[in-house]
């Protein structure tokens, strides 16, 4: 299923030739950021295993295709493997920095959560590598509250990081 948005920006479930554009965009944030704990970057291949075992969770991994370039992504994976956890989900979202500003984020939030609240989906949570007010004005965009702050549980380029937790329940 894919909706058209405004200036030709289609938002549509990822397929494997999208592993290599999704790559791309997430090493980015490998190499510049702390907002991923990955240290290397990652290969099509390992992109394109990532977004099948999402999948085949039945579970959406959405990616936003702007003249017909894949510029940002969101995905629902789930949150722990134990039977208990079955309708908790984690999501995160990923935008290639050349197309930040542009509401993409909304845009793949928007779609995320109709396709999650039409799944057995319970309870929505978000980590967020802190300081990030960008990613947690998105997050309370769309209802979720902060519950928790796992204090310096990172370590990357020298530094300790924190990380906070959002959640929403459908």
């Known amino acids: 299923m894919a909706i058209n948005t405004e200036q030709q920006t289609i938002i549509r479930q990822a397929d494997r030739s999208d592993a ?26 390992e992109m394109a295993r990532r977004v099948e075992e999402v999948q ?15 510029v940002g992504y969101a995905y629902a994976s789930p ?18 920095p050349n197309h930040l500003g542009r509401k993409l984020g909304t845009k793949l939030y928007s779609e995320l959560f109709a396709i999650l609240r039409s799944t057995r989906a319970h309870v929505v949570i978000g980590g967020i590598a802190l300081p990030n007010d960008a990613s947690v004005a998105l997050h309370e965009k769309f209802g979720m ?26």
């Open 20 to 45: 290599a554009s999704i790559a791309g965009i997430y090493n980015h944030y490998v190499a510049e950021t702390v907002v991923t704990f990955d240290e290397q970057s990652i290969s099509t291949e």
């Open 79 to 96: 949150w722990k493997r134990r039977a208990a956890y079955r309708f908790s989900v984690e999501i995160t979202v990923y935008l290639d």
């Open 56 to 70: 085949a969770a039945s579970l959406p991994w959405l990616v936003a295709e702007h003249d017909d370039r894949v």
């Open 145 to 170: 509250h902060k519950v928790a702050v796992f204090e310096e549980v990172g370590f990357k380029f020298n530094r300790w990081i924190d990380v906070g937790y959002w959640e929403r329940t459908l």
